[in-house]
């Protein structure tokens, strides 16, 4: 069975600094995809980033980006010029398989100093 | 914009009650989901749907059960609610594709049973 792991369940980062999360997974697949959700404070879960494990090339979205190694099983966030904005609680995500469903971390509370 | 509504952001019920949480997505998505989230421990599936009329369970069914009538429209039912089901539940759902495309979630529905 798959499992994810965050093991950081808070962080604090100081406005325009940069931040990395961590997530490690564990699998037999070979084709899978990986998640980050942001979740802001009684707010709705968006998609972050998405990064498909046959693909070598890490993923980027503006000022995210992710720090993928499979051979590790580590899928890292990397978030540069942090913003009040960010402050969130964020989710790594696997998936793949024979079923539809995301295996969530259990999310670390990004907090944004000014 | 696509869309997941759950009917209900907030809601008090009392203990042994009958309740229902309504989501509905106008995305034409084949999958959906109900999870509950719980500080600390992430997000737990309990149920998801994979077809009209299909379903199966999670790793926490206890004490609830779902319906899906139509494709677009997917209720979690505490049959008689209790205390330990005080929680933020969110509803999600996704195209078919064995988890390559990640979940459009719900804004939640922080339910406290008392």
């Known amino acids: 069975a798959q499992t994810v792991t965050q093991s950081q369940p808070e962080m604090s980062v100081q406005e325009a600094e940069t931040v990395t999360l961590s997530c490690t997974y564990d699998t037999s697949e070979n084709n899978y995809y990986l998640f980050w959700y942001k979740q802001p404070p009684s707010r709705q879960m968006i998609l972050v980033i998405r990064q498909e494990a046959y693909k070598q090339q890490n993923a980027t979205e503006n000022r995210f980006s992710v720090n993928f190694q499979k051979a590790a099983k580590s899928f890292s966030l990397k978030i540069s010029?942090?913003?009040?904005?960010?402050?969130a609680m964020y989710f790594c995500a696997f998936g793949g398989g024979a079923t539809n469903k995301l295996i969530f971390g259990t999310g670390t509370l990004l907090a944004v100093q000014p | 914009d696509v869309k997941v509504?759950?009917?209900?952001?907030?809601?008090?019920k009392r203990t042994g009650e009958k309740v229902f949480l309504e989501c509905v997505q106008d995305m034409d998505h084949e999958n959906m989901f109900w999870y509950r989230q719980d500080p600390g421990l992430g997000l737990r599936l309990i149920y998801f749907s994979y077809d009209v009329k299909m379903k199966e369970k999670g790793d926490i069914p206890e004490g609830y059960s779902v319906s899906r009538e139509k494709k677009e429209r997917f209720s979690l039912i505490l049959e008689s609610a209790s205390t330990n089901q005080t929680s933020?539940?969110?509803?999600?759902?996704?195209?078919?594709?064995?988890?390559?495309?990640?979940?459009?979630f719900g804004s939640g529905t922080r339910l406290t049973v008392v």
Do not use: E, H, I, N
Not at chain 1, 81 to 87: A, H, I, P
């Open chain 1, 81 to 87: 010029d942090s913003q009040l904005g960010d402050t």
């Open chain 2, 5 to 12: 509504t759950q009917s209900s952001r907030y809601l008090v």
């Open chain 2, 88 to 104: 933020m539940y969110l509803c999600a759902s996704s195209l078919a594709g064995q988890g390559s495309y990640g979940y459009t």
